[in-house]
C-alpha cells in the first residue's frame, strides 16, 4: 500500500512533535530568562515524540509521500533508539558544564533536527530522501561540533568535519547516480526488482556500490572513511560526542541495513539474504570488518585522551557491527539491532562518565582519572568499570551478550577467519579498557587531584544505565525478543 | 536438600550483597559476615560428600530450568563424580582463605565482596552442566581476580593482574568460538553438555582437531602449561595469600578439570589422536620443566609457583594415559595438589607477614626460633615432595603407573623428575630452617591459632589422603571409568 502526501502526514506524528519541539524551543528562547527550560522542553518534546512512536507501531505497515518514505517495523526500532540517544543527550547536557552560555536555544534546537534527520535516514525508502536526510543529520552535526565558539579545538572539529563530510556525501551521491542509472529508478523497490536478477554491469554495480559506500561508511565510522572520528569525537562537547558516537552511527547503520538488504539482496525462505549474483560486496565488506576493529583498536592502545580513546574504539565496534552484516543471515542482522541497544547502554554512559570527571577537574585524559574510586568518585569508577568491561565484552555484562550474538552469527555462516580476528580483538581492546580500570582503581591518587562531586541529575542516568547494562547481561530475553519481531522490512 | 548446588553457588553471592552494605568503619563485622557466608557452602559440601551416590557415573543433584529459550540456553547444573571433588575443594579453600584473609587491612570491604563473588563463579564453573553457562562462570571468574591481585597485591602488582587477565581472555574468547562451532552442530541447537556428550559422534575429522585445540588453548592457559605458564609466577608472587591459594588450589584446577569435562566427554575421537603430545609429551615436559625452573627461584613464594606447573603435569600424563589408574590418578592429583600448594602458600604467607620477604637466602636457622611453624612446612613440602605415607605419594605413584602401560618412556621421564623435586624441595628446607639461626629474626613470634587453624584442616586431609585415598577414589571411579571406556573405544 502506498499512500499519498496529505495522507501520510497522519503517519508522521513522531516527526511532526519534534518538528513541533524544535519550534517551540526557538520561540520560548525568545522570552525564557532561565536557558535550562530549553533542554527541558527538548527533553519533554522528545519523549512525547517517542511516546508517539510507540503508538505508530501499530500502525499498518506501507509505503509514505509516494514511496519517498515507509513503515515498518525495523524504522520504529531506529526511531526509537534515536528518541532515546537524543534524551540522553539532552539529558548530559542539563548536567554539562560546557554547555552553559546564551545559545543554549540554537544547541537543542540543532540537537532535536539532527534527531528529525534520524528518524527520516530510518525511514528513507529512496535514494533522494536517503541522501537529503543523511546530510540534514551531517549538517546539524557539524553546528552542534562546533557549538564551543570560544574552543578551538571544537571549531577545528568542526571544520574537519564539514570538509570530510562534504567529500564523502558527494561521492556518495556520485554512486547513487550509477545506481540509478543501471536500475532506472531511485525507489528501494524499484532498484531490487532491477538489479535483483543480476542482469546489470557487474563491475558497474560494484564501483557504484564502492561508491555509495562512502556516504554510509563516513557515517558509520568505518575504516577508510573513519579520519574525521577522533578530532570531531574530541573536539566536540561530550554530549555531542555521545549522540554522535550513539545516534549518527544507528542511523549509518540503519540505512545501510536497509539499503544493502532489501534493496539489494533478496531474503530467502531460510532466513538467509542472497545479494546481487556475480557481485561479491560481502567479500568487501568482511575485509573492511576486519580493518575497521583491527586499526580502531590498536590505534586506541596508545591514547591517552578518555574522549580520542573512546573515539577509536567506538571505530572498532564499528567493526564488530560489521561483523553482522557481512554473514547476510536474519541472525547477523538481529545481532546488528542487539548490539546497538547495548552498545547505546555502554557508551553513553561511559562519555557520561567522561563528562562527569571533566566537570569537576576540567580534565579528559586518562591522568585525570588517577585514583578517582579513592578519591570521592567510587560511585562514577564503578559505574565506568561496568561500562568498560561491558564495551570489552565480558560476562556478565551487556556488551558479552551482544558480541555473543554477533559471533554467533558468524560462526553460524562458518566465517571462522573472521570470528576469531574478532576475538582476538576482543582481547587486544581489552588492555586499554582494563588501562582506564587500573588508572581509577589500582593508581593511587597522589593528592594533587581535584576531588570528583557527582550531581543527583548526572548520577541518575550513569545509576540507570549502568543497572541496564548489567541486567541485559543476566536475562536479555525481552530485548532479542524486540530485535527479532523488529527485523521486518515493509517491501510492497 | 533440593536445589543445593544452587544454593552453594550463589550463597556467597548473597553474602557479597550483604557484606557490601556493612558499615565500612567495622572491619571486624565485614570480615566475619564474608567468613559467615562461605559456612553454608562448607556444610552443605560435607552434606553432599555424605550423599553422593558412588555407583552412579552420570549427574546427580541436577536442576534445569529454561533461562534464554529462544537461544535454547538453560540453567543446568549438576555434579559427577568429577567435579565433587573439586566443588568439596573449591568449598574448602573458600572457607579457610577467608580466614587467611583477616589480615588485610586496606579498603576491606571491596576485599571481601570481591572474594564472595570470585567463591561463587569457581562454584558455578564447576557445576555447570550448560556450556554457556559455564562459559559465563568461567569468565565472571576474571574480573573480581583481577581486582584482588590488581589492588591488593605486591609491588607489581598493576602488571601481574592485566598480564593474568589478558592470557586468561585470550584463552577463553578461543573456547568461545569452539563452544559456538559446537553449537552449531546439534540439531535443535542446545548448550546442553550431556547432549554435546552424546553427540560426539557425529563430528567430522578436521572439525574435533579443530574444536579441540581451540578448546584446549584455552585449558592449558589456565593449567598453566609451557609455552602458557608465564602469567602463573607473576601472579602468584604478586597476589595476596589467600589469593594465591585459591589461585593455586582451584583455579589451576579449572583447566584440567575442562580437559576432561568438555575436550574428553565431547571429542573422544579427537582426543584418543592429540593426546600423546598435547597433554602426555607437555606434561611430561611441564613436569621437569617445572621442577627445574622451581629449584632456580629465590624467591619462596615463586618456588611454591614453579611446583604447580611441575605438579599439575602430573595430572596433564595421567589423563592422557587412558588407563583407569592413569586418570584416577589425576583426579586425586588435582584434589591433592590444592591441598597441599594451599598448605605451602598459606605458609609463605605466615613467613611473609612477620619478616616482609620471602628471600629464600635471607633466612636460616628457623627451626629453632619457630618449631611448630617449621613442623607444619615440613609436613607440607614433604607431601609435595611425594613422600610416602603423605596424600601426593598415593596420586603421583597412580599417574606413574597407569602412563607406563602407555608411554613407558614419557613415564620414565617424568619419574626421574621426582629427583629434581627432592632436590629444590630439600634443598629450600635447608637453607631456610636449618643451619645457624638468623640474628635479626630472633624474635619472630611463632605461629597464630588463626593461622593454624586455616592450615589444620588441609594437613589433616593431605595424612588422611596418605593412608586413605579411597575416600576420594571412590567418588571418582565410577565416573572415570565410564569417561575413560568412552575415550578407549577411539584408541588405536
Not at chain 1, 65 to 79: I, L
Not at chain 1, 147 to 163: D, Q, V
Amino acid at each position: 500500500m502506498s499512500i499519498g502526501n496529505l495522507a501520510s502526514l497522519t503517519y508522521i506524528l513522531p516527526e511532526l512533535l519534534l518538528v513541533l519541539t524544535i519550534l517551540v524551543v526557538f520561540l520560548a528562547d525568545l522570552v525564557v530568562r532561565e536557558k535550562e527550560r530549553l533542554g527541558e522542553i527538548a527533553l519533554a518534546g522528545t519523549a512525547l515524540s517517542l511516546l508517539s512512536v510507540a503508538v505508530a507501531a501499530k500502525s499498518p505497515e506501507c509505503w509514505l509521500f509516494s514511496k519517498m518514505m515507509v513503515q515498518d517495523p525495523f524504522a520504529v526500532f531506529f526511531k526509537v533508539l534515536f528518541a532515546l540517544s537524543a534524551m540522553a543527550a539532552v539529558w548530559m547536557s542539563l548536567g554539562s558544564k560546557e554547555i552553559k552560555g546564551a545559545n543554549q536555544g540554537e544547541y537543542y534546537g540543532l540537537l532535536i533536527s539532527s534527531t528529525l534527520g534520524m528518524y527520516f535516514m530510518a525511514s528513507a525508502a529512496n535514494l533522494l530522501m536517503a541522501y537529503l536526510a543523511l546530510e540534514f543529520v551531517s549538517l546539524t552535526s557539524y553546528a552542534l561540533t562546533g557549538y564551543l565558539r570560544h574552543n578551538r579545538r571544537s571549531g577545528e572539529a568542526a571544520l574537519k568535519y564539514l570538509i570530510y563530510g562534504g567529500v564523502a556525501s558527494g561521492t556518495m551521491i556520485y554512486g547513487m547516480s550509477w545506481i540509478f542509472g543501471l536500475a532506472g529508478s531511485m525507489d528501494f523497490a524499484q532498484i531490487n526488482a532491477a538489479l535483483a536478477h543480476g542482469d546489470a554491469n557487474k563491475l558497474a554495480l560494484f564501483v557504484a556500490m564502492v561508491l555509495t559506500l562512502a556516504g554510509f561508511g563516513y557515517k558509520i565510522a568505518a575504516v577508510p572513511f573513519h579520519m574525521w572520528v577522533p578530532d570531531v569525537y574530541t573536539g566536540a562537547p561530550i554530549p555531542i560526542t555521545a549522540f554522535l558516537s550513539v545516534g549518527s552511527k544507528a542511523a549509518g547503520f540503519a540505512l545501510l541495513m536497509r539499503f544493502f538488504y532489501p534493496a539489494m539482496s533478496h531474503l530467502g525462505a531460510d532466513g538467509n539474504w542472497q545479494f546481487i549474483p556475480g557481485v561479491d560486496w560481502p567479500q568487501l565488506v568482511l575485509v573492511l570488518s576486519m580493518v575497521t576493529m583491527t586499526l580502531g583498536n590498536l590505534t586506541a592502545l596508545s591514547q591517552r585522551n578518555l574522549k580520542r580513546l573512546l573515539a577509536y574504539s567506538s571505530i572498532a565496534h564499528a567493526g564488530y557491527m560489521l561483523m553482522g552484516f557481512v554473514v547476510l543471515s536474519n541472525e547477523g542482522l538481529r545481532a546488528m539491532l542487539f548490539y546497538m541497544v547495548v552498545y547505546y547502554l555502554m557508551n553513553i554512559g561511559a562519555f557520561l562518565v567522561v563528562m562527569i570527571v571533566a566537570n569537576s577537574t576540567g580534565r579528559e585524559d586518562i591522568d585525570g582519572f588517577r585514583g578517582l574510586a579513592w578519591r570521592g568518585g567510587a560511585a562514577p569508577a564503578i559505574a565506568m568499570a561496568i561500562f568498560l568491561f561491558s564495551l570489552t565484552g565480558l560476562p556478565p555484562l551487556a556488551g558479552f551478550v551482544g558480541k555473543f550474538y554477533l559471533f554467533a552469527a558468524v560462526v553460524r555462516q562458518q566465517f571462522y577467519g573472521l570470528a576469531l580476528v574478532g576475538v582476538l580483538n576482543s582481547v587486544v581492546s581489552l588492555y586499554y579498557y582494563a588501562r582506564i580500570v587500573r588508572t581509577m582503581f589500582l593508581d593511587f591518587p597522589d593528592g594533587t587531584e581535584t576531588p570528583v562531586t557527582l550531581s543527583l541529575h548526572n548520577g541518575a542516568l550513569m545509576w540507570g544505565l549502568a543497572a541496564a547494562t548489567l541486567i541485559m547481561g543476566i536475562y536479555w530475553a525481552p530485548v532479542i525478543g524486540l530485535a527479532d519481531r523488529s527485523l521486518h522490512f515493509f517491501m510492497g | 536438600m533440593d536445589h543445593i548446588l544452587t544454593y552453594m553457588t550463589f550463597i556467597p553471592i548473597a553474602g557479597a550483597l550483604i557484606v557490601l552494605c556493612l558499615p565500612s568503619n567495622k572491619p571486624d563485622w565485614i570480615r566475619w559476615g564474608a567468613a559467615a557466608a562461605t559456612v553454608p557452602p562448607l556444610l552443605m559440601a560435607i552434606w553432599l560428600f555424605v550423599n553422593f551416590d558412588r555407583t552412579k557415573a552420570g549427574f546427580q543433584f541436577v536442576e534445569k530450568a529454561a533461562w534464554i529459550p529462544s537461544f535454547n540456553i538453560e540453567y543446568f547444573v549438576g555434579v559427577d563424580g568429577i567435579s565433587i571433588t573439586m566443588v568439596l575443594l573449591t568449598a574448602l579453600l573458600s572457607f579457610l582463605c577467608m580466614f587467611a584473609s583477616f589480615g588485610i587491612e586496606k579498603a576491606v570491604k571491596g576485599y571481601f565482596a570481591l572474594f564472595l563473588l570470585l567463591d561463587a563463579a569457581m562454584m558455578g564453573v564447576f557445576v555447570s552442566l550448560d556450556f554457556f553457562l559455564f562459559y559465563i562462570f568461567w569468565e565472571l571468574m576474571l574480573l573480581p581476580m583481577y581486582f584482588l591481585i590488581g589492588i591488593w597485591g605486591g609491588p607489581r602488582r598493576e602488571y601481574a593482574a592485566i598480564k593474568f587477565f589478558l592470557y586468561t581472555l585470550a584463552g577463553s574468547v578461543l573456547m568461545l568460538l569452539a563452544l559456538l562451532a559446537l553449537y552449531f552442530h546439534q540439531t535443535p541447537h542446545t548448550f546442553d553438555m550431556t547432549k554435546l556428550m552424546e553427540a560426539h559422534t557425529t563430528y567430522s575429522h578436521n572439525f574435533q582437531v579443530i574444536v579441540w585445540l581451540a578448546l584446549f588453548i584455552g585449558f592449558a592457559i589456565k593449567i598453566p602449561a609451557f609455552p602458557f605458564h608465564t602469567w602463573l609466577p607473576d601472579a602468584h608472587v604478586e597476589a595476596p595469600t589467600a589469593i594465591s591459594v585459591i589461585l593455586a588450589g582451584v583455579l589451576l584446577k579449572m583447566g584440567t578439570y575442562g580437559i576432561l569435562r568438555i575436550n574428553f566427554g565431547m571429542l573422544p575421537e579427537a582426543t584418543a589422536q592429540l593426546s600423546y603430545y598435547c597433554l602426555g609429551a607437555l606434561g611430561a615436559f611441564n613436569i621437569v620443566y617445572g621442577a627445574l625452573c622451581a629449584m632456580a627461584q629465590k624467591d619462596l613464594k615463586k618456588l611454591v609457583a614453579y611446583s604447580s606447573i611441575s605438579h599439575m603435569g602430573y595430572v596433564m600424563l595421567g589423563m592422557a594415559a587412558f588407563t583407569p589408574q592413569g586418570i584416577q590418578g589425576a583426579v586425586l592429583q588435582m584434589f591433592n595438589h590444592g591441598t597441599v600448594t594451599a598448605m605451602l602458600f598459606l605458609l609463605v604467607g605466615v613467613i611473609y607477614d612477620r619478616a616482609h620477604h620471602r628471600d629464600i637466602e635471607g633466612f636460616g636457622g628457623l627451626a629453632s626460633i619457630m618449631p611448630v611453624y617449621t613442623g607444619m612446612t615440613a609436613l607440607a613440602f614433604f607431601a609435595a615432595l611425594g613422600l610416602p605415607g603423605l596424600s601426593a605419594f598415593i596420586s603421583e605413584v597412580l599417574v606413574l603407573l597407569g602412563a607406563w602401560q602407555r608411554y613407558p618412556g614419557l613415564t620414565a621421564i617424568a619419574a626421574s623428575a621426582v629427583i629434581f623435586t627432592a632436590g629444590y624441595i630439600l634443598w629450600t628446607m635447608q637453607r631456610v630452617f636449618l643451619g645457624k639461626a638468623n640474628e635479626k629474626y630472633l624474635s619472630l613470634p611463632e605461629i597464630s591459632g588463626r593461622e593454624l587453624f586455616t592450615l589444620a584442616p588441609l594437613a589433616v586431609i593431605v595424612v588422611v589422603l596418605g593412608f586413605y585415598p579411597k575416600a576420594v577414589l571412590d567418588l571418582t571411579s565410577t565416573s572415570l571409568d565410564s569417561l575413560n571406556a568412552l575415550v578407549n573405544k577411539f584408541v588405536l
